[in-house]
């Protein structure tokens, strides 16, 4: 086993205590019962999972549960986006009810962001909240969405629209887990890792121009070093900023752009979350030089190490699909950002490699006339 690295999440101060470890290592999961164990009012944990996720590791983590004395119910859902849904919520909130969850108990979110991000919701809401434990399985949700309290579920208007923030009491990620994640999965999870040297990190992006081949190619330390990298980096926004008043916003560095993108392709599998924000950050550099803000190079060096890396950098790397990726219903969908304020979008651009900045006011014709002009009709 690899050494373990910990960092700490500071959170605001305030009446509860909600400061967390995020532990990174490699076989964390055999010890997740030691872990969870002390933190239980009683012995009993409710481990909420997807059906890939289930058959590749569940056994073994009802078993480390079970070796420290811990009782589990597993609840099994659907893979897939489309289980982040106010319908799948409802369902989630009965099966918890109907185990007798009670509001001092844990519930585990067992899987990637999905999963995450809907049974955090549902740890937020059942008996007005309860604590969760992250144990995220894809690369993903190992960087980016077991950290940092954001749950939610999608709407039909738009992505992760209805949610709440709601901080885990503790993170295991387990790299190991990665083995069983599908290749276009991990590649896709690498987007995430690249967003944290695209926004503020230069050298972390050198980092991942010499290591990235060797991190998706499955080498352990490489694998613990970024995750662990990009933790400490978001731990260390989310402590500042926890609800994106401000610098937090940095981390959706290609969303706007990319969650349209989601949002046309359906939220379907032929563009998977992290694909979309890659080509978002693609965009989002590329309008950065547009407005005469980023070097031409730094876009060009970033869109390089995205597409050597098997990810798409923008619309034209897109898969071709019946998906309307026009000019003015990307432009429409982005108008549905959260980042919205007083009918303003605030958009994040570049002012190169590790310089993310903020766009207050973005003009929207002018963000048309670019995606027109970047292949989107
Ligand atoms: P996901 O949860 O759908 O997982 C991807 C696929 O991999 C699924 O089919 C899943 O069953 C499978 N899988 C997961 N772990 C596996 C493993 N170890 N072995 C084999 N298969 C495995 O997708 P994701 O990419 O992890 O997460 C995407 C979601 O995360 C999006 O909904 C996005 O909005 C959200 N997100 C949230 C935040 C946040 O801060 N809350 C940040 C980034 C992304
Ligand atoms: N993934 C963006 C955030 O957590 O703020």
Redesign the pocket.
Known sequence: MSGVRIIDVRMPANAERRDYEVRVGEGLIDLAGAAIAPMLKRPFAAIVT????AA??GERLEAALGDAGVASEMITLP???A??SMAQLTTLMSQLLSLGVERSDIIIAF???????LA?FAAALLRRGCRFVQI???L??QV??S??G???V?APEG??LIGAFHQPSLVLADVT??????ER?LR??YA?VVKYGAINDRDFFDWLEGNGGALLDGDGAARIHAVAHAVSAKAAIVARDEREAGERRLLNLGHTFGHALESVYGYSGAL???EAVAAGMGLAFDYSVRKGICPRDDADALKRHLTRHGLPAGIKDLPATNADTSAARLTALMRQDKKMSGGQLALILARGIGEACVERAADLADVEAFLKSAGGQ
């Open positions: 997807d059906e890939i996720v590749a590791h893979p897939g986006e289980t982040k899987g990637g962001g999905v999963i995450g991000d955090g995220p399985t894809t993903l949700a980016d969405s950290v940092g954001k749950t939610a999608n992505k992760n887990l990665l083995s069983t994640l599908p999965e896709a999870g995430e998977l979350h992290g």
